[in-house]
C-alpha cells in the first residue's frame, strides 16, 4: 500500500514538474489570451497591445536561446521576477528597452540571484536579478516604483503585461501584451505572500511569469501562476508586493 501510495505520489510530483516546465514554455496564458477572447471574458474589462514606453520597467527574462518569464526594472541594476522562473545560474539575461521580443533591445547579463529565503512552491516567489552593468535609463528602459508596505493590496484593479503564448499559431505573441486585472477579496493565503486578480476564462495551467501587476506605475503584484485546471476561472495568484516591500528593499540595496 505504501509503496503505491509513494508511487502515486511520485507520478503527481512528476506530473507537478512537468506542468512547471510547461507553465514557463507557455507562460501567463491566461494573461496574455489573444484578444479576442477577452471581451466574453466575466471579469476581464480589456486586453490590447502595449508599447514599452508606456512599460519602460518591462523586460524578458531569459537566456541566449530561450525566454522564460517577465521581469521588472527596480534599479539600474536590479530586476525584480518570480523565483521560480530562475531556472539556471549562468548564462541567464533579462533584455530591456523593448516590446518586440524579437528585436534586439538592450541585453543585462544577470551577475546574481537572490530567491526570496521562504520560498516555497507557490509562497513566497519572488527573486531579485543583480546585474553586471547598470541598465541606461531612457523613454524605454525605466524603474518601476515600489508600494508603501502594507499587508493589503490597497488598490481595486490594475494591469498585467507580457509575452504569454497564445493558442493561435498566427497570433504575433511577439509583441508585449497588456490586460486589466481585478483583485480579488476572497482568496488571501496565510502568510499574506500572495493576493488573486481574477481574469478571463483562458487554458493557462498554472501560468507562472515574474511580470508585473502595476497600478499608475506601481508595483502592487508579480504574476506567480494560474489554477488547474487550465480555465477553470479561478484566480490567479500574484506575489504581494506591499507585504515584501521590506525585503524587497533591504536585498536590492546589498545586492
Ligand atoms: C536556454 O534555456 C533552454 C531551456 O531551458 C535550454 O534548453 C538551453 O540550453 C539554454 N541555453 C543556454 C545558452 O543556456
Ligand atoms: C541585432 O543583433 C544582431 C546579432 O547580434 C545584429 O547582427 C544586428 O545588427 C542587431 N540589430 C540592430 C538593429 O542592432
Ligand atoms: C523609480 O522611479 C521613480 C520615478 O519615476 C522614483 O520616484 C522611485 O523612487 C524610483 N525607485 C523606486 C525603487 O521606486
Same mark, same amino acid.
Given at each position: 500500500?505504501?509503496?503505491?501510495? @509513494?508511487?502515486?505520489?511520485?507520478?503527481?510530483?512528476?506530473?507537478?514538474?512537468?506542468?512547471?516546465?510547461?507553465?514557463?514554455?507557455?507562460?501567463?496564458?491566461?494573461?496574455? /489570451?489573444?484578444? &479576442?477572447?477577452?471581451?466574453?471574458?466575466?471579469?476581464?474589462?480589456?486586453?490590447?497591445?502595449?508599447?514599452?514606453?508606456?512599460?519602460?520597467?518591462?523586460?524578458?527574462?531569459?537566456?541566449?536561446?530561450?525566454?522564460?518569464?517577465?521581469?521588472?526594472?527596480?534599479?539600474?541594476?536590479?530586476?525584480? @521576477?518570480?523565483?521560480?522562473?530562475?531556472?539556471?545560474?549562468?548564462?541567464?539575461?533579462?533584455?530591456?528597452?523593448?516590446?518586440?521580443?524579437?528585436?534586439?533591445?538592450?541585453?543585462?547579463?544577470? /551577475?546574481?540571484?537572490?530567491?526570496?529565503?521562504?520560498?516555497? &512552491?507557490?509562497?513566497?516567489?519572488?527573486?531579485?536579478?543583480?546585474?553586471?552593468? $547598470?541598465?541606461?535609463?531612457? $523613454?524605454?528602459?525605466?524603474?518601476?516604483?515600489?508600494?508603501?508596505?502594507?499587508?493589503?493590496?490597497?488598490?481595486?484593479?490594475?494591469?498585467?503585461? &507580457?509575452?504569454?503564448?497564445?493558442?493561435?499559431? /498566427?497570433?504575433?505573441?511577439?509583441?508585449?501584451?497588456?490586460?486589466?486585472?481585478?483583485? /480579488?477579496?476572497?482568496?488571501?493565503?496565510?502568510?499574506?505572500?500572495?493576493?488573486?486578480?481574477?481574469?478571463?476564462?483562458?487554458?493557462?495551467?498554472?501560468?507562472?511569469?515574474?511580470? $508585473?501587476?502595476?497600478?499608475?506605475?506601481?508595483?502592487?503584484?508579480?504574476?506567480?501562476?494560474? $489554477?488547474?485546471?487550465?480555465?477553470?476561472?479561478?484566480?490567479?495568484?500574484?506575489?504581494?508586493?506591499?507585504?515584501?516591500?521590506?525585503?524587497?528593499?533591504?536585498?536590492?540595496?546589498?545586492?
Amino acid at each position: 500500500m505504501r509503496t503505491r501510495i @509513494t508511487y502515486f505520489l511520485l507520478r503527481i510530483q512528476h506530473f507537478c514538474n512537468m506542468i512547471r516546465l510547461l507553465n514557463i514554455v507557455l507562460t501567463v496564458l491566461l494573461v496574455f /489570451e489573444r484578444v &479576442g477572447n477577452i471581451s466574453t471574458s466575466r471579469f476581464i474589462v480589456g486586453g490590447y497591445f502595449v508599447a514599452i514606453d508606456d512599460f519602460p520597467f518591462m523586460v524578458s527574462v531569459r537566456n541566449a536561446t530561450f525566454f522564460y518569464c517577465g521581469g521588472v526594472i527596480l534599479s539600474p541594476r536590479v530586476v525584480i @521576477t518570480a523565483a521560480h522562473c530562475i531556472f539556471q545560474d549562468e548564462g541567464l539575461l533579462v533584455k530591456a528597452g523593448t516590446d518586440d521580443l524579437r528585436k534586439n533591445g538592450t541585453i543585462g547579463k544577470v /551577475e546574481k540571484v537572490i530567491k526570496h529565503p521562504l520560498h516555497n &512552491g507557490d509562497l513566497y516567489d519572488l527573486a531579485l536579478l543583480k546585474l553586471e552593468e $547598470p541598465l541606461e535609463y531612457s $523613454p524605454q528602459i525605466n524603474n518601476v516604483t515600489l508600494p508603501d508596505f502594507s499587508n493589503e493590496i490597497k488598490v481595486k484593479e490594475g494591469i498585467s503585461i &507580457g509575452w504569454g503564448w497564445t493558442q493561435i499559431p /498566427e497570433d504575433d505573441t511577439n509583441h508585449l501584451r497588456a490586460i486589466k486585472l481585478l483583485v /480579488e477579496d476572497v482568496c488571501r493565503d496565510k502568510t499574506k505572500s500572495t493576493f488573486c486578480v481574477n481574469h478571463f476564462r483562458g487554458n493557462a495551467c498554472r501560468g507562472d511569469s515574474g511580470g $508585473p501587476f502595476v497600478s499608475d506605475g506601481v508595483l502592487y503584484g508579480i504574476i506567480s501562476s494560474g $489554477p488547474i485546471p487550465c480555465g477553470n476561472g479561478l484566480p490567479a495568484i500574484m506575489v504581494n508586493i506591499p507585504f515584501l516591500v521590506e525585503w524587497i528593499k533591504t536585498n536590492a540595496n546589498i545586492l
